[in-house]
């Protein structure tokens, strides 16, 4: 199983970006797929996440700006990211947990490779 993400970059305050991050191979279900973020010396943090459903969380920080939104039939999750701020300068990652047969209720979680974002005042 691999996540790849791609969309990050440079970009000025108050601007836009948007990640996306397909997963492919062995997969048999996703259920939650979302995005972490780690800025230099801080530990990593949930940005937000999406159930196969379309339930949605956000970290406080992020509400009313970052908009998270998945195509099941394409194992993809994408991170609309609005106003953005120098704060939200980070390596983003991606994460999907999910099953990789249907013979087993195990979940396993991957992540893709981290992609950067730079913010500028």
């Known amino acids: 199983v691999q996540l790849q993400a791609c969309g990050g970059g440079l970009v000025q305050a108050g601007g836009s970006l948007r990640l996306s991050c397909a997963a492919s191979?062995?997969?048999?279900?996703?259920?939650?797929m979302g995005w972490y973020r780690q800025a230099p010396g801080k530990q990593r943090e949930l940005v937000a996440a999406?159930?196969?459903?379309?339930?949605?969380n956000y970290a406080d920080s992020v509400k009313g700006r970052f908009t998270i939104s998945r195509d099941n039939a394409n194992n993809t999750v994408y991170l609309q990211m609005n106003s953005l701020k120098p704060e939200d300068r980070a390596v983003y990652y991606c994460?999907?947990?999910?099953?990789?047969?249907?013979?087993?209720?195990?979940?396993?979680?991957?992540w893709g490779q981290g992609t950067n974002i730079s913010v500028s005042s």
């Open positions: 994460y999907a947990d999910l099953r990789k047969s249907g013979l087993s209720p195990n979940t396993f979680r991957y």
């Open positions: 191979g062995s997969i048999f279900s996703i259920n939650i």
């Open positions: 999406i159930s196969s459903g379309g339930s949605t």
